[in-house]
């Protein structure tokens, strides 16, 4: 890596277009105006994304791990498997964890199931469905202070989970409000844990990536 501008020319240009598809490229061709001034857009694009890998991981560990301390200590550690508490989809997502920690020749211990389980899943827990038997019950404790909008929540963790899918298969997040974005993740962080949220304060680039101009990124 190195400090120096990156030199656009022709050639240059011409292959990154290629590289990355036309029809990608137009997302941002669109928004910027030039090819170069795309090609500089999708490079803060790429470290605004690797920016927020960390704090999405910091969100969604901290988030399963506390969902599944609180069912583990009222319903047992493999409260997971409880036809009667989950709906058949998130049923089916236990399912497809299990048998895939069986194909790699795990047992599939509560820990290794918990971590094998999508943020989906875990987003899925704070819908309307489980208002009454999950929601009431447990986890509407696990955050200081209490949230009392449990439909709010929901909307907050699932606009995350887009930001996150989006970010994994490499699309454009620039569209979005990205500072609303960080501020809901550090929220929920510090709701559940708040020296997990100064670490994740410490550590994050965030605030530094997307206070920049496109343009200005010269590294991800």
């Given at each position: 890596?190195?400090?120096?501008?990156?030199?656009?020319?022709?050639?240059?240009?011409?292959?990154?277009?290629?590289?990355?598809?036309?029809?990608?490229?137009?997302?941002?061709?669109?928004?910027a105006g030039t090819e170069?001034?795309?090609?500089?857009?999708?490079?803060?694009?790429?470290?605004?994304?690797?920016?927020?890998?960390?704090?999405?991981?910091?969100?969604?560990?901290?988030?399963?791990?506390?969902?599944?301390?609180?069912?583990?200590?009222?319903?047992?550690?493999?409260?997971?498997?409880?036809?009667?508490?989950?709906?058949?989809?998130?049923?089916?997502?236990?399912?497809?964890?299990?048998?895939?920690?069986?194909?790699?020749?795990?047992?599939?211990?509560?820990?290794?199931?918990?971590?094998?389980?999508?943020?989906?899943?875990?987003?899925?827990?704070?819908?309307?469905?489980?208002?009454?038997?999950?929601?009431?019950?447990?986890?509407?404790?696990?955050?200081?202070?209490?949230?009392?909008?449990?439909?709010?929540?929901?909307d907050t963790l699932d606009?995350?989970?887009?930001?996150?899918?989006?970010?994994a298969h490499h699309e454009?997040?620039?569209?979005?409000?990205?500072?609303?974005?960080?501020?809901?993740?550090?929220?929920?962080?510090?709701?559940?844990?708040?020296?997990?949220?100064?670490?994740?304060?410490?550590?994050?680039?965030?605030?530094?990536?997307?206070?920049?101009?496109?343009?200005?990124?010269?590294?991800?």
């Amino acid at each position: 890596m190195t400090d120096q501008p990156f030199e656009y020319t022709d050639e240059r240009v011409a292959g990154l277009i290629e590289a990355m598809s036309p029809t990608r490229f137009a997302t941002y061709l669109a928004a910027a105006g030039t090819e170069t001034a795309a090609l500089k857009l999708y490079t803060w694009n790429t470290a605004a994304s690797s920016a927020f890998y960390g704090p999405l991981q910091t969100l969604e560990v901290t988030l399963r791990n506390a969902v599944h301390g609180a069912l583990s200590t009222s319903r047992g550690a493999r409260w997971f498997d409880d036809g009667q508490l989950l709906r058949p989809a998130e049923i089916r997502m236990v399912g497809d964890a299990t048998q895939h920690l069986h194909d790699l020749g795990k047992q599939p211990t509560p820990g290794r199931v918990v971590a094998e389980l999508s943020y989906g899943f875990w987003v899925a827990l704070f819908a309307n469905a489980y208002d009454t038997t999950i929601w009431r019950t447990d986890l509407h404790k696990l955050f200081t202070p209490r949230v009392k909008n449990r439909h709010g929540l929901h909307d907050t963790l699932d606009r995350l989970r887009t930001l996150r899918n989006r970010i994994a298969h490499h699309e454009p997040i620039f569209q979005r409000k990205l500072e609303d974005d960080y501020r809901r993740i550090r929220n929920i962080v510090g709701f559940l844990s708040l020296p997990t949220l100064a670490w994740l304060d410490h550590h994050s680039t965030v605030p530094s990536t997307i206070s920049v101009a496109p343009g200005a990124t010269t590294s991800f």
